[in-house]
């Protein structure tokens, strides 16, 4: 199974840029298709962004569409997510993701490895 450490997230405001990391490490990296979600207090946890290791395929939740970016690092086995134009709304913990695969983890419920999270605030 693969380990996800989160690193970036902080205290911002509106219209500011953050960009969170995720460092994965164990056995078969590559085989496991990337994410990011969020979870806000009091709701479940959400979709964010999506990117496979070989096509470079990306997905996106409309809410960050052309807002946010999602890319990769072979060499280093890291996955970034830019975050630009921040939003009150986007306050949230993120959290990396990864799913065993080719298809891009877009539901939390088929994830196979979760990071620890990392809070991000977004004051207006």
């Known amino acids: 199974q693969v380990q996800l450490v989160e690193s970036g997230g902080g205290l911002v405001q509106a219209g500011d840029s953050l960009r969170l990391s995720c460092a994965a490490s164990g056995r078969a990296v590559r085989a496991y298709a990337m994410g990011w979600f969020r979870q806000a207090p009091g709701k479940e946890r959400e979709f964010v962004a999506a990117?496979?290791?070989?096509?470079?395929?990306?997905y996106y939740a409309d809410s960050v569409k052309g807002r946010f970016t999602i890319s990769r690092d072979n060499a280093e086995n890291t996955v970034y997510l830019q975050m630009n134009s921040l939003k009150p709304e986007d306050t949230a913990v993120y959290y990396c993701a990864a799913e065993y695969g080719v298809v891009l983890p877009t539901q939390a419920s088929k994830v196979d490895s979760w990071g620890q999270g990392t809070q991000v605030t977004v004051s207006s």
């Open positions: 990117l496979n290791w070989s096509g470079g395929s990306t």
